[in-house]
């Protein structure tokens, strides 16, 4: 699993405080005290920690959209962008800078006059 939905954990426990009895519930996860104080209740706070146990970082995505935080979904954007974008824009804008920009001959260099008939 990519991320973590909120919803998968229960309802918003106003009462539940991750810091309460001295940080009991956060012990040995002191460098991710900012991450862990975001937890709604006691199941979020423990699907983050068991992330961070593997080394993970912690990301909460909206129901229904979590198929785009896949990786081989992230490459597929790429791949479009440098397939399909990125050489039709370079096709559309080369031109016009050619137009803009003619080539500049060197100096000294003689000059080459066309026949016009």
Known sequence: MQCLFKSDYGSVDPSFDPFAGGGRLIKGFEAHVHALSQAQNRGQLEAMKRKLERGETVQWCDQGYGWTYAPHITEFFYAI???????WLALRILPRLGRRFPARRA?????HWENPS
Do not use: E, Q, W
């Open 107 to 111: 100096p000294g260099a003689p000059v």
């Open 81 to 87: 962008l440098f397939v399909l974008i990125l050489p």
